[in-house]
């Protein structure tokens, strides 16, 4: 409660107060402190709190939200470094050997007992496939955070804290060795990745008091571009955002010189309204990918609405609708079989296949139907 009601509160400041852009990140830096500091002296857990508050931030607020994130980049890695300093003060790998062996036998538990049962007794009323099973119970790294609790029997100065600093010191190196490399391989191998949706290389708040929430976006442009070699065509973009400067070899080109066409590497840069920037990078991004990362080839051939009903569709793209889900739209037999979709989730129907395109909360909002080959 005091996670959530503070989140809220410190949200509401941050919305409302017209502040120096650089107060914004002191102001959440500050309340995150309080919010600690005021569930410590209830006897409740702190990080707690300031983990609630910050989901709570950081999905209300919009104004002022980038120069909070850069700020509290730079001080995670600030404590990460300072972290492993006193980490190094502390580890010598000789005293390790000792509690090598116990300490082994508890991560392999964790890793390939423990750690499993958890997640499949978490995650089966949500009913996710066996490969997202698998890959969420693999990814549960150990890092930073177990090393720095393992640090407060030290702190407090119990007699046996080397025990337990040595045990998660093993257990970390054990996960970042035997689990940290494998991610990538692993989510590859299991089609579970699914393409990026942005290749921003700058994206700026104005943050200009009372106006409404406007953002400069860069973009470079790839050498596979469906730009190169054309003018801009404003059509492309929402109404509410403009193409302001495009960049070439540190030079500013005129962006309505209707002779200007595009190159690879070109920055183009765009004012629009926050909500306006994922339809920008709709309009812009061509990434090179492999075949099975390419936009098509992963979400399919066509987006349709989520409220068409499977009948009409079963009729105009031939393909087999069970008999009792003919009256079903799109999102229903979606939702039928995963209760919280998530972009990237796909139901198959006859011989076609409906992947979630884009989510508005807990709705879904667009859909793609993919052919078979």
Not at 2 to 31: K, M
Not at 77 to 92: D, K
Not at 168 to 197: C, D, E, H, T, Y
Not at 222 to 234: C, K, M, Q, R, Y
Request: net charge negative.
């Amino acid at each position: 409660m005091i996670g959530l009601l503070g989140g809220r509160l410190l949200a509401r400041g941050i919305a409302h107060l017209t502040l120096s852009p650089g107060l914004y990140p002191l102001l959440a830096l500050f309340g995150g402190l309080f919010i600690y500091g005021a569930a410590t002296e209830l006897q409740t857990s702190g990080f707690l709190a300031v983990y609630l508050a910050g989901l709570i931030v950081g999905q209300k607020v919009g104004h002022g939200i980038y120069s909070i994130q850069r700020f509290h980049d730079g001080v995670a890695w600030l404590a990460q470094i300072s972290m492993f300093l006193i980490l190094g003060l502390l580890v010598t790998p000789a005293e390790l050997l000792p509690y090598a062996p116990g300490a082994i036998l508890t991560g392999l538990v964790l890793m390939f007992i423990a750690r499993p049962v958890a997640v499949v007794m978490c995650l089966l009323p949500f009913r996710f496939k066996w490969q997202e099973h698998f890959f969420i119970s693999w990814v549960g790294l150990r890092g930073a955070v177990p090393i720095v609790l393992a640090m407060f029997p030290w702190i407090a100065g119990l007699e046996q804290w080397q025990t337990y600093f040595s045990v998660a010191f093993v257990i970390v190196l054990m996960s970042l060795v035997i689990q940290g490399w494998s991610v990538a391989p692993l989510a590859k191998r299991m089609n579970l990745n699914i393409p990026s949706s942005s290749n921003q290389v700058q994206r700026v708040e104005m943050g200009i008091p009372g106006q409404a929430e406007y953002e400069i976006v860069g973009y470079q442009l790839s050498a596979n571009s469906e730009l190169l070699g054309h003018p801009f065509d404003n059509n492309l973009l929402p109404q509410d955002a403009r193409l302001v400067c495009v960049l070439r070899d540190n030079l500013i080109l005129d962006s309505n010189d209707p002779e200007l066409l595009f190159q690879a590497d070109d920055q183009l840069y765009f004012l629009a309204k926050t909500q306006s920037v994922p339809e920008i990078d709709r309009a812009l991004v061509n990434e090179a990918r492999t075949d099975r990362l390419a936009k098509q080839a992963f979400f399919g051939e066509f987006v349709l609405n989520p409220l068409a009903r499977l009948a009409d569709l079963g009729n105009l793209y031939d393909f087999e609708v069970p008999p009792n889900h003919g009256d079903w739209s799109i999102a229903r037999l979606i939702q039928s079989r995963y209760s919280n979709p998530v972009v990237g989730d796909r139901v198959r129907c006859g011989m076609v296949e409906f992947v979630v395109l884009e989510m508005d909360e807990s709705q879904v909002k667009k859909v793609s139907l993919k052919l078979p080959h």
